[in-house]
């Protein structure tokens, strides 16, 4: 007699995702992403949509977008990716506070201590609103914080950045072999230091531009080149959609 087997049921297998089941995916996503809206309580710009909801079904975590304008912000499309789990930001509490995720130990402290010094609350230090007359300070606060060194947790995100990083290096060599073209119709990586990647297309001029600045003659150039730009951003998000249909993520589990 043979015992310790189960007799009568047979174990089920997990479902091996289809062509169909991931073009439904495909679809829930893009309904996700129709109701994101950023900090102003804006939607995302019809023009970068495509390429967010391509990202994100490949692996990779978008925190901010846009898809070029003439009249304000830059004239390239964009979208900022980073790796999951960024630590938490400096003073939770505080309304109207600026963006400073915790970077080095005690670097709460650190920042009390110089405001302290100056006469000012943290609170007043970190103000939005007081953004452009405290910026000094706050540097020095920074300088007196990295003589702590840096968190673990940071050291650990910027390590999975890297790897982010990486990772898209090699997604963009992929399509670039599979669709040569000019320099400006092809996406791009520009390094935001150990924390942020920017991927964009256009030129590097565009995306460093400041389009309020512009003259008549310079916005009108630029008009006539965004177009092409955001055709560009949509072509790789074409590329991005039927790599995953085909053959699921890029970045696997």
Known sequence: MVTGLTVGRTPSLPLVPTRESREREWQDREQQVDGTQDALGLGLDPGIKFAVVGLQ???????QSCEGHSNRGCGAPWVDIEAPGVPKALFEGFPNKLFYIRTYN??????????????LTAEALMDRGNGDTTG?????????????????????????????????EH?????????????DGQPHLEIWGPEKVR????????????????GAAERASLEQRLPRSRRAMNDFADYLKDRFVSAGPYVKD
């Open 171 to 183: 997604l963009l060599s992929d399509y670039q072999a599979a669709h040569p073209g000019s320099e």
């Open 199 to 214: 991927l964009y297309t256009g030129t590097q001029a565009d995306l460093d531009s400041h389009t309020w600045e512009m």
């Open 57 to 63: 079904a490949n692996g990779f975590h978008t925190v």
């Open 106 to 119: 005690q670097e709460e402290a650190a920042f009390r201590q110089v405001a302290q010094a100056h006469g």
């Open 136 to 168: 000094d300070l706050r540097q020095e606060a920074l300088v007196l914080a990295a003589k702590n060194g840096e968190t673990p947790e940071y050291q650990a995100w910027v390590g999975r950045n890297h790897s982010v990083r990486g990772t898209l």
